[in-house]
């Protein structure tokens, strides 16, 4: 249901997005932030997702004063 999934599945000659490089990126990241209490927010952008693999170019982490 998502609006850019022809995006993901691959359009205009593209080939498909690695949709379990994106799984695995979203369940390491709730893991991390699961690990660590302290973390109140936490944003990945952009990734760029290819054919094979997944890469976030930036991060932004926001931590607990307390």
Known sequence: EIKARAVLDGIRGQAPADKNAICSVI???AEFV???????ELDLNPMFVY???VIAV???IVISAG
């Open 27 to 29: 369940l390491k990241v």
């Open 34 to 40: 699961a690990a660590n209490p302290e973390i109140e």
């Open 51 to 53: 054919a094979e693999g």
């Open 58 to 60: 930036d991060a932004r």
